[in-house]
């Protein structure tokens, strides 16, 4: 047992500063607790104990610098006073298990549960920015990335949602960030304990933003590229035809080098009556190589292709199978009607000649405020109203698809009555 | 015995006049008339007795010869076909089987006497050639592209996009855009312009 007159200050050092130790380890312990992000109670509960240790430690170092004061209680029997000694010891000891035994269960829980502080912290670090926020506008949630942009947007960090999503619809479909970044933004409503929240999200999409440029250029240039082309087919099929004519007149000089050879060995013959034999064409005569010449001359003479407009055309057709178009009024110029005349003759002059024997077209020509056309024949007549079919089928719908009416009339004679941009009556 | 009548379209007069020498130079046929246009046909057939069109497929102006045919078959099946082209679309032969039209000949075929195409054709002999020509295109010849290809290429002759395409043709824009890749990396062509162009030229393939 210690006697207190033997304690002497050596009993006070060492108490005080074990005392110190275990402070500054509960100390530790907290400030590591907190570190952690473990809720408040527990550390509201270790903090008292803390200071419940503290306050042991200062009534322990002042009993014992005041050891002989006589207006201080002091037990009178070094029994009693071991016990107190050894109970304040117990006590701060007892504290300070407590205390490591709360930390370690402290530590446990951390690693399997995300503290408000980690949240924060982890919505911070968020590649995209968010911001939720009440109806009113009240800020819940603002991330680090939300800040930022509002900061590039108005100059200062989200103070109202509904302000900062009103920014940002203001600064446009995507926002410009320094370095060159966009970034999109997109708000949704939310239900948070039964609240109506809005969430902002902004997206980078810098990366999107340059396919997509670089999509629109690409699209650009193959655009071009296909009007390019169109414009090319136009005149392609002429270059193909030109080279199909090339090709046939290859082959006609091919044969023209023939004959050439032909006759040259024809001439050189001795006796040129007789047949001569050459490699590649048998036996010639003088009259086979005549023909074979006359043949030649002809393929090398024959005419370009004359370009007709298309009543040019059909007028040579008629005359070319015996029908004689007698004309009354003058031949439209513009297109569309020169195209429906066309199209009108040809159909009435292919039935004229199947169905009614006819060798004449009548064609009436009249213009009042557009076109009307009237076609008939000198054939025979028809037996009543035939079903309308086949080539006059089309011609209708050909008519109407240029917002034209068609009429036929069947008694006296066949008639066929177009009218163009006026009315038929 | 009377003689064939025969009918020339072709929009080539130094065709006509080959054809024609054809048809003179035997003494089973006999020309009608030898004319520019497919459409005009339906006329010269309302007028003239015809046993054989001798038909080009390719026409610088109005309907081609395959929709002629058609029109002929439907209204004159009796008429017999001999469709001539020097174009190796090979779209040809396949539609030309579906028409009804009896024979195919390519005009730089010289495998054959065209006469005795002829003479087949009329004793009721259904002529078609085992193959398309084969025609070199860039580093390629023409029968290394696919089918898909050449629906593609056909398509893309006619200067539509790849969008226009895919709808067309009701596959997707990858699609299109792996078919285009594929044929220019056969061809060794630059850009799709050129494969375009040098397709339709040489004719391997022909939009309607």
């Known amino acids: 047992m210690i006697s207190m007159n033997s304690v002497g200050p050596a009993l006070p050092t060492i108490l005080g500063g074990l005392m110190l130790v275990l402070l500054w380890g509960n100390a530790f312990l907290l400030y590591s607790m907190i570190t952690y992000g473990r809720g408040h109670v527990r550390c509201i509960l270790i903090g008292a104990m803390i200071v419940i240790e503290y306050l042991f430690i200062q009534v322990m170092i002042y009993r014992i610098y005041h050891w002989n004061s006589p207006s201080i209680y002091i037990p009178r029997y070094e029994a009693v006073l071991n016990m107190y000694i050894i109970s304040f010891v117990a006590v701060v000891f007892g504290f300070f298990v407590i205390t490591v035994a709360l930390t370690g269960e402290n530590i446990l829980w951390n690693r399997n549960h995300i503290s408000r502080l980690s949240v924060k912290e982890s919505f911070d670090k968020l590649p995209i920015g968010v911001c939720y926020y009440l109806e009113s506008g009240l800020p819940i949630l603002v991330n680090h990335g939300a800040d930022m942009v509002s900061l590039q947007i108005c100059g200062r960090i989200v103070r109202d949602g509904m302000e900062f999503y009103q920014l940002l619809k203001d600064a446009g479909e995507f926002i410009e960030m320094p370095g060159g970044r966009y970034l999109s933004y997109a708000r949704r409503e939310i239900l948070v304990e039964n609240n109506n929240c809005y969430v902002i999200t902004l997206n980078d999409v810098t990366e999107e933003i340059e396919r997509s440029n670089e999509l629109e250029e690409e699209n650009k240039r193959l655009s071009d590229l296909n009007a390019h082309l169109r414009n090319l087919n136009a005149t392609i099929d002429q270059v193909a035809i030109q080279s199909e004519i090339l090709d046939t007149k290859v082959r006609i000089h091919d044969s023209l080098g023939q004959i050439l050879m032909m006759t040259k060995l024809y001439m050189k013959h001795e006796n040129g009556e007789e047949t001569v034999e050459t490699d590649s064409v048998g036996y010639v005569s003088a009259d086979v190589l005549k023909e074979k010449w006359k043949e030649a001359i002809r393929f090398l003479d024959s005419p370009e292709e004359m370009k007709d407009n298309q009543l040019e055309k059909i007028f040579s057709v008629a005359e070319d199978v015996g029908i004689k178009i007698e004309l009354t009024g003058k031949l439209p110029t513009e297109e569309t009607q020169v195209d429906l005349l066309a199209k009108a003759i040809h159909e009435c002059m292919t039935n004229a000649i199947r169905h009614a024997g006819a060798d004449k077209l009548f064609v009436k020509l009249s213009y009042e405020n557009g076109m009307r056309i009237e076609i008939s024949n000198n054939g025979k007549q028809p037996s009543g109203q035939l079903s309308e079919s086949g080539g006059l089928a089309n011609l209708r719908s050909v008519v109407e698809e240029q917002g034209a009416t068609m009429q036929l009339q069947w008694e006296g004679g066949f008639k066929l009555i177009i009218c163009y941009g006026v009315s038929n009556g | ?208």
């Open chain 2, 1 to 208: 015995m009377d003689r064939y009548k025969v009918l020339i379209v072709d929009d080539q007069s130094v065709s006509r006049q080959l054809f024609e020498s054809f048809v003179e130079q035997s003494d089973k046929y006999e020309l009608v008339k030898a004319v520019s246009s497919a459409e005009m046909v339906d006329i010269y057939l309302a007028r003239y007795k015809v046993d054989l069109i001798i038909m080009d497929v390719v026409m610088a102006e109005g309907i081609n010869g395959l929709a002629a045919s058609e029109y002929v078959k439907k209204r004159y099946p009796n008429v017999k076909i001999l469709m001539v082209t020097s174009m190796p679309e090979v779209s040809y032969i396949e539609r030309a089987r579906e028409i009804g039209i009896e024979s195919f000949w390519y005009k730089e075929d010289e495998s054959g006497p065209f006469l005795a195409i002829m003479d087949r054709t009329m004793a009721g002999d259904s002529v078609y050639p085992d193959s398309t020509p084969k025609v070199a295109l860039g580093s390629i010849m023409s029968s290394e592209l696919s089918t898909a290809e050449l629906t593609v290429l056909r398509e893309l002759t006619t200067g539509a996009g790849n969008a226009e395409i895919a709808e067309t043709l009701n596959i997707s824009v990858n699609t299109v855009r792996t078919h285009i890749q594929h044929m220019l990396e056969k061809t060794g062509y630059s850009n799709r312009t050129e494969l375009a162009i040098e397709a339709r030229v040489r004719g391997i393939v022909i939009p309607d």
